[in-house]
T-cell receptor, first 113, second 111 residues
Framework: NAGVTQTPKFRVLKTGQSMTLLCAQD?????MYWYRQDPGMGLRLIHYSVGEGTTAKGEVPDGYNVSRLKKQNFLLGLESAAPSQTSVYFC????????????FGPGTRLLVL | TQLLEQSPQFLSIQEGENLTVYCNSSSVFSSLQWYRQEPGEGPVLLVTVVTGGEVKKLKRLTFQFGDARKDSSLHITAAQPGDTGLYLC???????????FGEGTQLTVNP
């Protein structure tokens, strides 16, 4: 099993450009999450999904959109990137509930100039 | 304002020393998790505690959940360089709610 994979690993964007981050999991997990990690801030939840076709906002959703068209994939979109979105983005998944183990991907490092 | 406050933020110790990391809140949590994150990787779960007063041991690591389920601690005995990493606590306030992460404690164990 590959677990949770993220694409790309690193990306540089100019302000105003758009991009999509892809997360894939092969553990048949229902729940999937997108977090951002900034120095001194821990992990903050952007959006999450409790099943295929569902999405919900986390604590910092502004400027991001998500889609979960297939159970194994969770996409995070930035329509118009801003320097404040420079961060490390982590995708995670869990089997049923949020209290269960969350399995994290290796992260995507995004720099917005 | 962080819902979960971790202390200290940074800790640098020598191999063989003992240490304790704290995770505190004014809110009650139904469960609390501890993760370790190494550079360039995602966090990995170490333990989940769900009962007030619960103590769990993982080799040289001892985790405790406060009686009131508002705080937790992680104690490492005889730290080794392999323990170096970012330690994150994360709590769920109710059984169906999202996880809230603390800001983390960056531990460096020097040989």
């Amino acid at each position: 099993n590959a677990g949770v994979t993220q694409t790309p690993k690193f990306r540089v964007l100019k302000t105003g450009q758009s991009m999509t981050l892809l997360c894939a999991q092969d553990m048949n997990h229902e729940y999937m999450y997108w977090y951002r990690q900034d120095p001194g801030m821990g992990l903050r939840l952007i959006h999450y999904s409790v099943g295929e076709g569902t999405t919900a906002k986390g604590e910092v959703p502004d400027g991001y959109n998500v889609s979960r068209l297939k159970k194994q994939n969770f996409l995070l979109g930035l329509e118009s990137a801003a320097p404040s979105q420079t961060s490390v983005y982590f995708c995670a998944s869990s089997y049923l509930t949020v209290q269960e183990t969350q399995y994290f991907g290796p992260g995507t490092r995004l720099l917005v100039l | 304002t962080q819902l979960l406050e971790q202390s200290p933020q940074f800790l640098s110790i020598q191999e063989g020393e003992n240490l304790t990391v704290y995770c505190n809140s004014s809110s009650v949590f139904s469960s609390l998790q501890w993760y370790r994150q190494e550079p360039g990787e995602g966090p990995v779960l170490l333990v989940t505690v769900v009962t007030g007063g619960e103590v769990k041991k993982l080799k040289r690591l001892t985790f405790q959940f406060g009686d009131a389920r508002k705080d937790s601690s992680l104690h490492i005995t005889a730290a080794q360089p392999g323990d170096t990493g970012l330690y994150l606590c994360a709590g769920a306030r109710t059984s169906g709610s999202r996880l809230t992460f603390g800001e983390g404690t960056q531990l460096t164990v020097n040989p």
